[in-house]
């Protein structure tokens, strides 16, 4: 049977068919509707027609930014807010008269570069999503682990300064309201008065203000020592627009070492092998 899986992001969407090697047959992505969740439907819609117009036998999967409430089936904890409380799944499935299987975006990720990417060889993966928004899954000797009521790995909403930064979760202090990429532009124009997005800031590494960046290392550092000092992965992978930062890799990991609760701290801290492209993949391995 082939596959399609969608990636419902923030900016773009992204339809793939995959055969029965997983070997991508078609491709396609286009922008994210904003802020009208009927027009993200009929979006999601036509891309799946547009790239199984040759098929009628596959399996259908959805990542979404958000988690479906096991309560009420509705979207719950969605940076794209305009999901928030909608039945997106019920009506997918009404409307393409098809069954979804629908999870978390950092969870598809995470399923994606544990199964087929660059964490194939560990059996604890804790993948981590730092773009629009920061998120992160588990996935466990080739399994998802969603937890009790499908918010596991939901690091992004831990407190990290307690009456820090307002969240759009109603919280203060949210890894998110730090580590997230209009986070980290919002702090650099505080600091610099140079409103500047964040691929141009990091671009002239050389040039970026000390102080910002010294606050973002110390930000990483705890939001991850925290993860780690909890789940004890055998691999961390970043993924989002922020895993293309290179100083992570290095100066990001010195500062989530020296904040671990162990004498021995060897997380491999990894980039993603298969790029923005990760969520489309895991949603097909739904």
């Known amino acids: 049977m082939y596959k399609v ?8 969407t992204e339809a793939i068919l995959l055969d029965e090697k997983l070997n991508v047959v078609e491709r396609k992505r286009v922008p994210t509707p904003q802020n009208n969740y009927q027009e993200i439907i009929d979006n999601i819609c036509s891309l799946i027609n547009d790239v199984s117009s040759d098929t009628s036998d596959f399996s259908l999967g959805i990542c979404i930014p958000g988690a479906i409430s096991k309560q009420t089936g ?29 999870e978390n975006d950092a969870n598809c990720f995470t399923m994606a570069e544990a199964t087929m990417g660059i964490a194939t060889e560990y059996d604890l993966v804790f993948g981590v999503i730092m773009g629009t928004g920061v998120g992160g899954g588990i996935v466990i000797n080739g399994k998802l682990h969603s ?26 202090g949210c890894v998110e309201t730090y580590l997230s990429g209009p986070a980290l532009e919002k702090r650099w124009s505080s600091i610099t008065g ?33 993860v780690i000092d ?39 801290i990894l980039k993603n092998k298969l790029g923005d492209s990760a969520g489309v993949f895991g949603a097909c391995l739904l």
Request: charged share 25%; hydrophobic share 30%.
């Open 147 to 172: 937890g009790r009521t499908n918010i596991a790995g939901e690091w992004g909403h831990h407190t990290l300064h307690r009456n820090g930064n307002p969240c759009y979760c109603g919280k203060n």
């Open 194 to 226: 140079k409103p500047q997005p964040l691929p141009e800031i990091i671009s002239n590494i050389d040039e970026v203000n000390q102080k910002w960046k010294d606050e973002f290392l110390e930000n990483f550092g705890y939001g991850l020592a925290n």
């Open 5 to 12: 899986g969608v990636d419902l992001g923030g900016t773009k």
């Open 74 to 102: 509705l979207i719950k904890n969605s940076n794209t807010q305009c999901l928030i409380g909608k039945p997106l799944k019920e009506d997918l499935e009404t409307k393409l008269g098809k069954k979804v299987s629908m």
């Open 230 to 268: 909890i789940l004890d992965p055998d691999a961390i992978v970043l993924g989002g627009g922020l895993s293309n930062i290179d100083f992570l890799y290095s100066e990001g990991k010195e500062s989530v070492y020296d904040k671990v609760f162990s004498d021995l701290v060897d997380t491999p």
